[in-house]
């Protein structure tokens, strides 16, 4: 089965209000985590990324914490505009190295004007 | 433009028929992946390559073919032998043990 899951299939803010979009995973041998957005009919895009060693990443907008005594992993999104309207999909990778990604099966965000 | 380019964009296969995907990349990235996607679903791995003339089966690679001779192309085939091809095909490429980059993806439909 999958080791990466997320909590809803859709979640709708107002414009302008924070995200948070939740991510489990199941092996504790994950070492690598990864954000990716996805808009109808292209390709997934990188958001931000967060190796093992570390609990909370920041990039422009966007904040991955990891915790993994829960085995969770998060992705906040502040002041939500109407371009990061897509499906946000948490990846991990076991490998330690080039082997492919586990994902979750995403999560749909809607930005409520 | 560095990148990663995938063709077709759209991609018709008939029943029996065996159809290939192209995926170039221009970042010179040792490792590449093929990953297929269904409505409404995450990615998941098909096929492999971490160097050239090298590469390894994922969690669905039944009923599909890779080969890797040249660094910068990563070509998929779909054989008669996969049953229910209809989906979109996401190819990527990265660093060894770095982030993972996707092309715009093939969406493939049977007749």
């Known amino acids: 089965g999958e080791s990466v899951g997320l909590h809803l299939p859709t979640l709708s803010v107002q414009e302008g209000d924070n995200s948070i979009i939740n991510c489990a995973y199941s092996?504790?041998?994950?070492?690598?985590f990864i954000w990716y957005k996805q808009e109808s009919g292209k390709g997934p895009q990188f958001i931000i990324d967060?190796?093992?060693?570390?609990d909370k990443r920041q990039g422009q907008r966007v904040t991955v914490l990891l915790n993994k005594t829960v085995k969770h992993l998060s992705l906040q999104i502040a002041a939500t505009q109407p371009g990061d309207s897509a499906v946000y999909f948490c990846?991990?990778?076991?490998?330690?190295?080039?082997?492919?990604?586990?994902f979750g099966k995403g999560t749909h965000l809607i930005i409520q004007p | 433009d560095g990148g990663i380019t995938q063709s077709p964009k759209y991609l018709f296969r008939k029943e029996g028929q065996n159809v290939t995907l192209s995926c170039e990349q221009n970042?010179?990235?040792?490792?590449m992946y093929w990953y297929r996607q269904d409505p409404g679903q995450g990615l998941r791995l098909i096929y492999y390559?971490?160097?050239?003339?090298?590469?390894q089966k994922g969690d669905i690679a039944e009923g599909y073919s890779v080969s890797r001779e040249k660094k910068e192309s990563f070509p998929l085939t779909v054989t008669s032998a996969q049953k229910n091809p209809t989906a979109f095909y996401l190819c990527?490429?990265?660093?060894?043990?770095?982030?993972?980059?996707f092309g715009p993806g093939t969406r493939l439909l049977v007749l």
């Open positions: 990846a991990e990778n076991m490998g330690g190295g080039a082997d492919g990604l586990t």
């Open positions: 990527a490429s990265s660093m060894t043990g770095e982030t993972q980059y």
């Open positions: 970042l010179n990235h040792d490792a």
């Open positions: 092996n504790s041998a994950s070492d690598y």
């Open positions: 390559s971490q160097i050239v003339n090298d590469f």
């Open positions: 967060i190796r093992s060693n570390m």
